[in-house]
């Protein structure tokens, strides 16, 4: 059984910084760029067949191929993507016991919440004219 291991790739220098920004910009352009390109001159040349929708830019084309990606992944339901993250399982000895501090906490909050302050009675004109004083 394989497993899967965690590999580390190293990055020293300005060599490797740049070989690192060329890797990545390599993809975005194959993935990304290349695509968008390629829909653009499509769509434009069915506008130029048809001549009843419009012309699109490369900015368009990028967003047109953007919507063709997010339905694809959408649409598609044999692929299933977990979470790296998921809940251990939980005996109910743990839940019980962890509801049981969930209920402490919140009676111990409910114990320091602050008292209402009282009002002091208004004080006379006689009274305040000797404070000023």
Not at 36 to 47: G, S, Y
Not at 55 to 68: K, M, P, R, V
Request: aromatic share 8%; hydrophobic share 45%.
């Amino acid at each position: 059984m394989k497993k899967n291991k965690l590999r580390v790739i190293q990055i020293t220098g300005i060599r490797g910084l740049l070989s690192a920004v060329f890797v990545v910009a390599c993809l975005i352009a194959g993935f990304v760029g290349f695509p968008a390109l390629m829909l653009n001159k499509l769509w434009n040349h069915i506008a130029d067949i048809t001549g009843v929708i419009p012309y699109i830019n490369a900015f368009q084309g990028l967003i047109l191929w953007g919507i063709l990606a997010v339905s694809y992944f959408i649409i598609n339901k044999k692929e299933r993507y977990l979470s790296v993250f998921e809940p251990k399982p939980r005996n109910p000895r743990e839940i019980r016991d962890i509801i049981r501090e969930i209920k402490a906490q919140s009676e111990g909050l409910k114990k320091e919440a602050p008292q209402p302050i009282k009002a002091e009675p208004e004080k006379t004109e006689e009274e305040k004219s000797k404070e000023v004083v």
